[in-house]
């Protein structure tokens, strides 16, 4: 005797065994989240993906609703993941990361990279290679923006949201990707003229000691920039004393003009106060040599192509002998 099966296909609200029914989360609001938990900041976030803050808390609990599950802990004063929350960005942000970079190339392909291009920077780097070239990349890619966080702390930009960092080679990170922006930077000695009013200027490295020459530290409370220089072939390293101490080559640059001391700061970003006479070189036959700044980013299978036009456009822009 033939027994005869019937194989139905089960219906929504039965279910596959073994696996649950997916709540219907849409793309938007995928994004919305991402970008919440990436700032913990509903304004930022809202700022970001073009809408409101109210907009954002009203999407994050119809997410909510919908996975039956708490996302964020949210106060008056701070916003958090829960575990939750966390467990869910960890899975989701690479994925739209990848999304992204795959729109981007299909963008490049085109000649028309989008997004913004999210850059970390030092003050003295970006006004020197970054902000004299900024209008005319703006120009070139209309669809790009840029947003710029300037601070002298050598962070993770890949945990704070950034696409890309610039900082001193020597600085940066062995598992970045990291490209040379112009020329190794030189270091020179400069003074305001009325610094001199009632001291005779130095004519030797030996005579910055009996000055006041304003240092720099590479962070709070880390070690002090040294004050080395070529000297007859040789390198030669001056222990200068000063009353003055700063984490920011512009404090440093700002107190030398006001006449508060000797200041031993790159040439290229004194290039302004020379040219005006508030500076003079000190020294003119002794400078010392630092590294190239670098721009760097994480490696990625797919760079995304508003990354590339960047890099490729600030390189070509900063080329030695480029006017």
């Not at 599950?69 to 958090?80: D, E, I, K, P």
């Not at 994480?298 to 192509?305: I, N, Q, V």
């Amino acid at each position: 005797m033939i027994k005869k099966v019937i194989m139905q296909r089960p219906t929504r609200a039965e279910g596959i065994e073994g696996s649950l029914p997916l709540p219907s989360v849409h793309f938007p609001g995928l994004l919305t989240f991402e970008a919440a938990a990436r700032h913990l900041n509903f304004a930022r976030a809202a700022a970001e993906v073009g809408v409101t803050p109210t907009a954002v808390s009203r999407t994050i609990k119809s997410m909510e609703a919908q996975l039956n599950v708490r996302l964020f802990n949210r106060t008056t004063r701070s916003v958090s993941l829960t575990e939750a929350g966390a467990s869910l960005n960890a899975a989701l942000a690479p994925a739209l990361a990848l999304i992204r970079d795959s729109l981007s190339q299909v963008l490049l392909a085109t000649d028309q990279p989008s997004g913004t291009v999210r850059l970390n920077s030092s003050y003295v780097a970006y006004r020197i290679l970054i902000e004299p070239h900024l209008s005319a990349f703006m120009e070139k890619f209309p669809l790009i923006n840029v947003e710029v966080s300037l601070d002298n702390h050598l962070g993770d930009i890949v945990n704070a949201g950034f696409d890309i960092g610039m900082r001193m080679g020597k600085r940066v990170q062995n598992d970045m990707v990291a490209v040379p922006l112009g020329a190794a930077q030189k270091r020179i000695v400069v003074a305001a003229p009325d610094y001199f009013s009632t001291r005779v200027e130095p004519q030797t490295l030996e005579q910055l000691l009996e000055h006041n020459c304003i240092r720099q530290r590479y962070s709070v409370g880390g070690r002090f920039f040294e004050w080395k220089f070529e000297d007859g072939g040789q390198m030669v390293q001056i222990d200068v004393q000063g009353r003055f101490i700063f984490d920011e080559m512009r404090s440093v640059l700002d107190a030398a003009i006001q006449g508060q001391g000797l200041g031993f700061v790159f040439e290229d970003f004194a290039k302004q106060a020379l040219e005006n006479g508030t500076l003079s070189q000190i020294l003119k036959p002794h400078s010392g040599m630092d590294d190239a700044f670098h721009l760097y980013y994480p490696h990625r299978k797919h760079m995304p192509g508003k990354l590339r036009a960047f890099v490729d456009f600030m390189r070509s822009a900063n080329e030695v002998g480029t006017l």
